[in-house]
């Protein structure tokens, strides 16, 4: 096996596990103070006043809402199908459900609506659920055209679950010359590097969202969101495209939040995953085809001591920018038999978050800790956030790249060719022979031991024993 290196131990900082609730009236402040210093505040989940459904449930009892975009449909009971409904103001939705005693199915519905919408939920979206109701959707095809224009909702305690359905959000048109909307939350933050102004579908507020076998589209912002999970959301995708046509992501975790994509084919502009303070997701058997990253993963108005969660098993995931950007954030991630391949050769990035409402680090954050498992990697692993450590874990293993600034473990299993000038810290012990490197480039390296090294392919691996 060749000559032992000792590498540094460690001993890790505690995560903290202590829960903070944000209330969504607490959210909207912030977010007013952030995007609008010193303006007026704007209730970005109020919703119209005014807005009408044209068909609409309450504790079980459903009546006709707006006659006027109502085109047909049958009702038995709290059974509505073959449903048609075409609406062309801001105020207008198709089915709005809400309270414990509502449980809704709707099938074969086609709902188109125009107009720009107003906040996040309520009754002017295709189809919401709200207060604890439970909506069931079947064969539905849903457009949106205009700014805040969402498919589907599920809020306040619901449960919302749709099957073989296609759900696409347009937004307002926008482009080249296209001036961005300065309502809060009618156009994403600058921080998530993305553009448009609608997504597709929202779970916010201790609601529970499921997908099997949809579609669901989005041509700027996002598809499938999350929002204000006052201490739990759950999202959850199967057998599905999620796409995003120009700008965008294809899933966003917040705080509290938990998604699971299974089977999932995303085609996305941007990334297809954003993931915010102490989330997680989970990503299995999905193909992941992005223009920009894989997950962008960042922390805003949480503890400094969270820790979001990254899983990816048995997946396929290609993307034009860092597979992985991660912006002053405490993240665990697993990768297990996937396929990571980045256009622009990084596997993993770290930087500083220039986000204003970014979450100031503590003393001894916990990290960013990646464990890559079973896999074939080309690509570089940079870590450039001064106020926490990376620490990269490979089993089973066979790494051609450079690992700069990073603390890096390996079991015997592992092989990493370093094909440029790279600098790392062992932790765990490695041997001499699981380590190559071409002629020209030289690994710095940090352990217990010291010694230079002569490479088999003509590189230099040189310890220096400082820790």
């Not at 995007?35 to 609409?56: H, S």
């Not at 994403?188 to 102004?197: D, K, V």
Request: hydrophobic share 35%.
């Amino acid at each position: 096996m060749g000559e032992k290196i000792i590498g540094r131990k460690i001993e890790l900082p505690k995560e903290e596990h202590a829960q903070i609730t944000l209330k969504v009236a607490d959210l909207v402040t912030t977010v007013n103070q952030i995007m609008n210093p010193g303006g007026p505040v704007f209730d970005w989940f109020a919703g119209y006043e005014d807005a009408q459904a044209a068909i609409e449930v309450r504790d079980g009892i459903l009546e006709i809402g707006n006659e006027k975009i109502l085109m047909s449909c049958d009702v038995d009971g709290q059974h509505i199908y073959n449903l048609k409904v075409v609406g062309y103001d801001g105020r207008d939705g198709g089915v709005y459900c809400e309270g414990e005693d509502t449980d809704v199915l709707v099938e074969n519905a086609y709902i188109t609506l125009e107009g720009a919408g107003r906040g996040v939920g309520g009754p002017d979206t295709g189809i919401s659920a709200r207060n604890k109701a439970t909506v069931t959707v079947k064969n539905a095809v849903i457009n949106g055209y205009g700014k805040s224009r969402f498919c589907t909702t599920a809020e306040t305690g619901s449960e919302l679950y749709v099957y073989d359905s296609v759900l696409w959000s347009h937004g307002q048109p926008w482009g080249d010359g296209f001036e961005p909307i300065t309502e809060p939350m009618a156009t994403p933050p600058a921080a998530l590097l993305i553009e448009g102004n609608c997504r597709t579908h929202c779970t916010m507020t201790n609601s529970r969202s499921y997908f099997y076998d949809s579609k669901i589209i989005c041509d700027g912002w996002g598809a499938l969101s999350t929002e204000g999970a006052e201490g739990y959301v759950y999202l959850e995708a199967n057998d599905c495209d999620v796409i995003v046509t120009k700008r965008g992501y294809g899933a966003y975790a917040d705080p509290d939040c938990h998604d699971y994509f299974n089977r999932c084919n995303f085609d996305v502009a941007d990334m297809s995953l954003i993931l915010a303070g102490k989330s997680d997701a989970h990503f299995n058997e999905c193909v992941c085809v992005n223009g920009t990253y894989f997950a962008l993963i960042h922390n805003v108005n949480g503890l400094p001591e969270e820790v979001g969660e990254l899983e990816v098993t048995n997946s396929e995931i290609r993307t034009g920018k860092e597979a992985i950007l991660c912006r002053s954030e405490n993240v665990r991630m697993h990768f297990i038999g996937t396929s990571l391949i980045s256009d622009c050769g990084v596997i993993l990035r770290s930087e500083e978050n220039d986000d204003l409402a970014r979450t100031i680090p503590s003393d001894h954050p916990f990290g960013i800790h990646a464990v890559f498992e079973e896999m074939k990697l080309e690509g570089d692993f940079i870590h450039e956030d001064p106020a926490r450590e990376m620490f990269l874990d490979f089993r089973k293993v066979h790494m051609t790249g450079a690992v700069k600034g990073a603390n890096l473990c390996m079991d015997v299993r592992s092989f990493w060719y370093a094909d440029k000038d790279s600098d790392v810290t062992f932790t765990g012990d490695v041997s001499v022979n699981q380590i190559d490197a071409p002629a020209g480039v030289t690994i710095r390296a940090k352990a217990q031991t010291e010694g230079e090294y002569d490479l088999f392919s003509g590189g230099k691996l040189i310890i220096t024993g400082q820790l």
